[in-house]
């Protein structure tokens, strides 16, 4: 999966990196990811007072002996929600020769997604001011994968970069995607006067639980990683594909058979720079096994698609079959189950990543899925990738990762041996710790040089501050937005009502836990609860007023992130021209399902108030006596985040006005500490373990150029973000 993204701390972290660039994050999706350059550090809003902003009090009633919640049957749930759509998704799925019809096919199941009102997208990432000192788009500018994390192309001003300036570099740059002219943002800049910088630092609040890259599936941890380590290829920064450690491939004639040359002569070096070994095509082999033997949340990308990898991982097969195999020391070969269009595009995410294996074996390494699981449970033999040892691990990539403290800094510097030295423009990137408390600080450090850009905030004063010095009407741009989708889950199996230490308890009854179960179980309340979510005004809380739609996403893949490529006509006898984007196909099925929800970015498609009325009414009817009204539905937010007070207060007021405070209570849960907020939903691991009825802080990216790579992730039932609408593992 590309990226699993956190709205964190009041988009926070999505917004901690200076960077502009795809997904995404995200991105993937996405978290989905606007360039390097649209960055913004500053905490996103200001917020009614702390005080004002915490639930009443409420006091639980005392209820019967006999009345007890009893969590259900996730594939009983998952099949009355999604069952019929996910026998719809199969039939997109299992279409490969013919990609106009497999997008359209998708399409359809997307419609049926979005009308099943089990979760309703909320953003993407950009779309708010910024000014920054970071030369348009250079790092990679790709939709998907791990590649725009990497930043060893930046190039970096000592001074802002003025709107003019930022618009001529825009123009060089699409004339060098056209084909004609280099693009050279160092030497534009250089000529006007600017000097460029060669160290990086930018802020991070979640530091990475692992320094082992195919023993995860969060973004915050590969986004430092994938600094340090290269892939087969890599996207440049004009969205065209290179070789990177494949230095070239063939691909058989029947689309089966994929086979990679790996670049002789580049080595891995530890955290201090000293050559431990050289990179070969065994060491993706072993990165594609030890990956399917972790099984973090990466392994299910390979379903379908590599021969024998499923029936490795989940049904004891033998590794003798997996089609992933290095025939020499420089030959890596591949076969695919079918032709799968977009093989290539999948090869820059993380899980086909190298690892060394001589050296994860001397860490107390093995390979075999039940051989793992045993080995890793003795932490004294097993120290491969370890967080806080950043000796653990070996790198081949543009830089070696120095320092790892996870509650101060990390550090990445440039690997001297590194097999492509031109390409790295920076000599280390810095990340300092920042939970985005003090806005108006990181404004103001960004002014003396410390950090490279600074989001501008209506909310944290930061735009009005920028305005004051005349920095706004100088530098500030609105940053572009970008394929990660964030969304909104509602949780249709609850399992889990406090954290184990006590903290974070949703103060709910028994009967008012079996009370919101039955709601969920019903489509119309879904509805209901879900047109009364009025996102521009959440959005506003961050963004401001004016900017209040230009992030807002309505459909969980990009809109625009496949088209056809020729005329397309469904099974009904309607006709798409070539060149119709996947969205407006959406668009076309939600309306023939006769659903209100408009799926095109930067408007409010999802909020319909009349429509939200009239779904509570058909609830009401339909649930009758079977659930005591109000239904209580508790949203957790973190205490010490006045951007977050703001939003959730924002949800509640508009949702409760709407729906009625009689009809939906919206509780509101404080989390007092990041890691009990965390807790509670974007590392919860398992559906059961959500702490929430509606969860509004996750995000996909997408992994690579096809919209399985988001509808994979809801759409089949072990689908990695089916945890946030409260199923599976």
Same mark, same amino acid.
């Given at each position: 999966?590309?990226?699993?993204?956190?709205? +964190?701390?009041?988009?926070?972290?999505?917004?901690?990196?200076?960077?502009?660039?795809?997904?995404?994050?995200? !991105?993937?999706?996405?978290?989905?990811?606007?360039?390097?350059?649209?960055? /913004?550090?500053?905490?996103? $809003?200001?917020?009614?007072?702390?005080?004002?902003?915490?639930?009443? #009090?409420?006091?639980?009633?005392?209820?019967?002996?006999?009345?007890?919640?009893?969590?259900?049957?996730?594939?009983?749930?998952?099949? *009355?929600?999604?069952?019929?759509?996910?026998?719809?998704?199969?039939?997109?799925?299992?279409?490969?020769?013919?990609?106009?019809?497999?997008?359209?096919?998708?399409?359809?199941?997307?419609?049926?997604?979005?009308?099943?009102?089990? +979760?309703?997208?909320?953003?993407?990432?950009?779309?708010?001011?910024?000014?920054?000192?970071?030369?348009?788009?250079?790092?990679?500018?790709?939709?998907?994968?791990?590649?725009?994390?990497?930043?060893?192309?930046?190039?970096?001003?000592?001074?802002?970069?003025?709107?003019?300036?930022?618009?001529?570099?825009?123009?060089?740059?699409?004339?060098?995607?056209?084909?004609?002219?280099?693009?050279?943002?160092?030497?534009?800049?250089?000529?006007?006067?600017?000097? @460029?910088?060669?160290?990086?630092?930018?802020?991070?609040?979640?530091?990475?639980?692992?320094?082992? =890259?195919?023993?995860?599936?969060?973004?915050?941890? !590969?986004?430092?990683?994938?600094?340090?380590?290269?892939?087969?290829?890599?996207?440049?920064?004009?969205?065209?594909?290179?070789?990177?450690?494949?230095?070239?491939?063939?691909?058989?004639?029947?689309?089966?058979?994929? !086979?990679?040359?790996?670049?002789?002569?580049?080595?891995?070096?530890?955290?201090?720079?000293?050559?431990?070994? #050289?990179?070969?095509?065994?060491?993706? #082999?072993?990165?594609?096994?030890?990956?399917?033997?972790?099984?973090?949340?990466?392994?299910?990308?390979?379903?379908?698609?590599?021969?024998?990898?499923?029936?490795?991982?989940?049904?004891?097969?033998?590794?003798?079959?997996?089609?992933?195999?290095?025939?020499?020391?420089?030959?890596?070969?591949?076969?695919?189950?079918?032709?799968?269009?977009?093989?290539?595009?999948?090869?820059?995410?993380?899980?086909?990543?190298?690892?060394?294996?001589?050296?994860?074996?001397?860490?107390?390494?093995?390979?075999?899925?039940?051989?793992?699981?045993?080995?890793?449970?003795?932490?004294?033999?097993?120290?491969?990738?370890?967080?806080?040892?950043?000796?653990?691990?070996?790198?081949?990539?543009?830089?070696?990762?120095?320092?790892?403290?996870?509650?101060?800094?990390?550090? &990445?510097?440039?690997?001297?041996?590194?097999?492509?030295? /031109?390409?790295?423009?920076?000599?280390?990137?810095? =990340?300092?710790? /920042?939970?985005?408390?003090?806005?108006?600080?990181?404004?103001?450090?960004?002014?003396?040089?410390?950090?490279?850009?600074?989001?501008?905030?209506?909310?944290?004063?930061?735009?009005?501050?920028?305005?004051?010095?005349?920095?706004?009407?100088?530098?500030?741009?609105?940053?572009?937005?970008?394929?990660?989708?964030?969304?909104?889950?509602?949780?249709?199996?609850?399992?889990?009502?406090?954290?184990?230490?006590?903290?974070?308890?949703?103060?709910?009854?028994?009967?008012?836990?079996?009370? !919101?179960?039955?709601? +969920?179980?019903?489509?119309?309340?879904?509805?209901?609860?879900?047109?009364?979510?009025?996102?521009?005004?959440?959005?506003?809380?961050?963004?401001?007023?004016?900017?209040?739609?230009?992030?807002?996403?309505?459909?969980?893949?990009?809109?625009?992130?496949?088209?056809?490529?020729?005329?397309?006509?469904?099974?009904?006898?309607? $006709?798409?021209?070539?060149?119709?984007?996947?969205?407006?196909?959406?668009?076309?099925?939600?309306?023939?399902?006769?659903?209100?929800?408009?799926?095109? /970015?930067?408007?409010?498609?999802?909020?319909?108030?009349?429509?939200?009325?009239? *779904?509570?009414?058909?609830?009401?009817?339909?649930?009758?006596?079977?659930?005591?009204?109000?239904?209580?539905?508790?949203?957790?937010?973190?205490?010490?985040?006045?951007?977050? @007070?703001?939003? *959730?207060?924002?949800?509640?007021?508009?949702?409760?006005?709407?729906?009625?405070?009689?009809?939906?209570?919206?509780?509101?849960?404080?989390?007092?500490?990041?890691?009990?907020?965390?807790?509670?939903?974007?590392?919860?691991?398992?559906?059961?373990?959500?702490?929430?009825?509606?969860?509004?802080?996750?995000?996909?990216?997408?992994?690579?150029?096809?919209?399985?790579?988001?509808?994979?992730?809801?759409?089949?039932?072990?689908?990695? +973000?089916?945890? &946030?609408?409260?199923?599976?593992?």
């Amino acid at each position: 999966m590309k990226k699993f993204f956190a709205l +964190m701390l009041a988009i926070v972290m999505l917004l901690s990196m200076a960077v502009a660039c795809t997904k995404k994050e995200e !991105t993937k999706p996405a978290e989905t990811k606007p360039a390097i350059e649209t960055v /913004d550090n500053s905490k996103a $809003t200001e917020a009614p007072k702390k005080e004002e902003a915490k639930p009443a #009090e409420t006091e639980k009633e005392p209820e019967p002996a006999e009345v007890k919640y009893e969590r259900h049957d996730d594939e009983e749930r998952y099949e *009355a929600a999604l069952g019929e759509i996910k026998e719809f998704y199969a039939a997109a799925k299992a279409e490969q020769a013919d990609l106009n019809k497999r997008f359209n096919l998708m399409a359809q199941a997307e419609a049926r997604l979005l009308d099943a009102a089990v +979760m309703v997208p909320t953003t993407t990432r950009g779309g708010a001011y910024q000014i920054t000192r970071i030369a348009y788009r250079t790092v990679p500018y790709v939709q998907w994968g791990n590649d725009d994390d990497r930043l060893k192309g930046l190039v970096i001003s000592d001074e802002f970069i003025t709107k003019e300036e930022r618009a001529e570099l825009k123009e060089a740059w699409n004339k060098a995607l056209l084909g004609e002219a280099d693009y050279d943002p160092a030497a534009i800049l250089e000529a006007k006067g600017h000097k @460029i910088q060669t160290e990086y630092t930018t802020t991070f609040t979640t530091a990475p639980a692992t320094i082992d =890259w195919l023993n995860t599936s969060m973004q915050s941890d !590969t986004e430092i990683t994938v600094n340090c380590v290269d892939g087969l290829v890599e996207y440049n920064n004009l969205g065209q594909m290179k070789p990177a450690l494949a230095e070239s491939w063939e691909i058989s004639e029947d689309g089966l058979t994929y !086979t990679f040359h790996i670049r002789p002569g580049v080595y891995w070096y530890t955290s201090e720079g000293q050559q431990y070994a #050289e990179v070969t095509a065994y060491d993706f #082999e072993a990165g594609m096994r030890h990956m399917l033997d972790a099984q973090e949340g990466l392994e299910w990308l390979i379903d379908g698609v590599i021969v024998g990898g499923t029936n490795y991982y989940a049904k004891g097969g033998s590794w003798d079959d997996v089609g992933y195999k290095a025939t020499d020391k420089y030959t890596l070969t591949v076969t695919l189950e079918q032709p799968t269009s977009y093989f290539l595009t999948m090869l820059t995410y993380s899980c086909f990543l190298p690892i060394c294996k001589d050296f994860y074996e001397s860490r107390g390494g093995v390979f075999g899925v039940d051989e793992y699981k045993a080995a890793v449970v003795d932490t004294n033999a097993y120290t491969f990738g370890k967080a806080e040892d950043v000796a653990s691990q070996v790198y081949c990539g543009p830089f070696l990762l120095r320092t790892l403290q996870k509650d101060s800094e990390i550090l &990445v510097v440039k690997n001297e041996n590194y097999w492509n030295p /031109d390409s790295v423009k920076i000599n280390s990137v810095k =990340w300092v710790k /920042d939970a985005g408390e003090n806005p108006l600080g990181y404004y103001e450090d960004a002014v003396k040089g410390v950090y490279a850009a600074a989001g501008l905030r209506e909310s944290t004063g930061t735009l009005a501050k920028a305005k004051e010095d005349g920095n706004f009407d100088k530098y500030a741009y609105v940053t572009d937005t970008e394929s990660t989708t964030y969304f909104g889950g509602l949780n249709l199996n609850r399992g889990t009502f406090a954290l184990e230490s006590g903290t974070v308890d949703s103060g709910k009854t028994e009967q008012q836990k079996i009370d !919101t179960d039955t709601a +969920m179980q019903n489509i119309n309340f879904r509805r209901a609860v879900l047109f009364a979510f009025d996102k521009g005004t959440y959005n506003a809380v961050s963004n401001g007023e004016d900017l209040k739609l230009t992030s807002l996403r309505n459909m969980y893949t990009h809109p625009e992130f496949v088209q056809l490529s020729e005329d397309y006509t469904d099974e009904e006898g309607h $006709t798409f021209p070539a060149g119709t984007m996947y969205g407006v196909m959406v668009q076309y099925y939600l309306e023939k399902l006769g659903s209100p929800i408009v799926v095109a /970015d930067q408007c409010d498609g999802w909020f319909h108030p009349e429509e939200a009325k009239a *779904a509570l009414a058909k609830a009401k009817e339909e649930l009758g006596d079977t659930v005591n009204w109000p239904i209580v539905v508790t949203v957790v937010y973190y205490g010490a985040s006045d951007a977050q @007070i703001a939003q *959730a207060n924002a949800v509640k007021t508009q949702m409760e006005a709407t729906l009625g405070a009689e009809n939906v209570e919206l509780r509101l849960i404080e989390a007092t500490t990041t890691e009990d907020f965390y807790a509670s939903g974007y590392r919860a691991p398992t559906g059961e373990k959500g702490n929430y009825d509606l969860f509004y802080g996750s995000g996909w990216g997408p992994d690579y150029g096809d919209p399985s790579t988001y509808l994979d992730t809801l759409l089949t039932d072990s689908g990695y +973000m089916l945890k &946030v609408i409260g199923i599976g593992s």
